[in-house]
């Protein structure tokens, strides 16, 4: 960690400011393939994008808590309740519609983990981060995935053997940290842009997520559907293509009539975004 952010020592209410602003530059991105954003609203008929505005309007007490949590090294068990806190005031503020049930337990992790590590002067990159919560709350969270309850990701786990968003988070975040990351990185440096190098990440994000969100949708068929699309856009430039958007607009459109929506790869993309603003 460079002098300079050790000096600046973010506190709670500034590592929740960055989440929240997270999930709107998430919010902001299009194309995204099945996604909601401001220009449509995907493949779903229950939400748009002012739901999501909404929604992260509701979770704008949250992340601060959960990051003064975390630097005051706070039990698993009084994360939770602010998660599930959050989560109803979600769906208070959506009309009972999930909007980021998903952010609310991976994004809130990490938050928690940047609180103690700011605290403490420790390096907030994804790998310490995830090492941190794995560290202080793993066996927790541990014992919550193996209480999954019915939700739509938990019965994906049992029905397709894959990885939900606890498993993911209990092996380390790789697609977060192994492909996401980098590949945000990679593609600012070599565009300069924003908008470019976060459509870039989310696909390189649905070549290799086991999403549930698909599976939920569209059954092992439509996560390979989504995964070797995302590749075939990889494999001939990606974003330095200079076709790139249409390609990516033929995808969403194919995505919304087949019902599919890689909502995973979207809370995936807002946790690379969080890291990314604390380096």
């Known amino acids: ?40 609203s995907g493949a779903h008929d229950d939400m748009d994008a002012q739901t999501f505005v909404r929604s992260i309007a509701a979770l ?8 003064e949590a975390g630097a005051t090294t706070k039990p698993f068990a009084v994360l ?9 005031k979600m769906l208070a503020a959506t009309g009972g519609v999930n909007t980021h049930r998903g952010a609310i337990f991976c994004l809130g992790l990490l938050v928690a983990a940047a609180g103690h590590a700011f605290a403490r002067g420790l390096p907030c990159d994804g790998d310490a981060l995830t090492r941190i919560a794995l560290e202080l709350w793993g066996a927790d969270i541990a014992a919550a995935a193996a209480r999954a309850g019915e939700s739509h990701g938990a019965r994906a ?3 397709y053997g ?10 380390g975040l790789p697609v977060l940290n192994q492909v996401a990351l980098p590949a945000l990185k990679q593609a600012f440096r070599l565009t300069g842009c924003s908008e470019r190098a976060r459509a870039h990440a989310l696909f390189a994000i649905m070549s290799e997520l ?24 990889l494999a001939q430039g990606s974003v330095l293509h200079p076709g790139w958007r249409a390609c990516a607009l ?8 087949l019902n599919l929506s890689p909502g995973g790869a979207a809370d995936t993309l807002a946790a690379a975004i969080f890291l990314v603003s604390l380096s």
């Open 210 to 233: 086991q999403d549930t969100n698909l599976l939920h949708r569209g059954g092992w068929e439509g996560l390979v559907y989504v995964q070797r699309a995302a590749r075939a856009f």
């Open 157 to 159: 786990v049992r029905a």
């Open 162 to 171: 894959v990885r939900g968003a606890r498993e993911e988070f209990l092996a």
């Open 250 to 257: 033929k995808l969403h459109g194919d995505c919304v009539a």
């Open 60 to 67: 704008d007490e949250y992340f601060p808590a959960i990051a």
């Open 80 to 88: 939770q309740r602010l998660g599930l806190d959050a989560e109803q």
């Open 1 to 40: 960690m460079s002098a300079l952010k050790r000096s600046l020592r973010l506190d709670a209410a500034a590592i929740g400011a960055r989440a929240l602003d997270a999930l709107r530059a998430e919010l902001q991105l299009h194309p995204k393939p099945g996604l909601v954003s401001f220009v449509d």
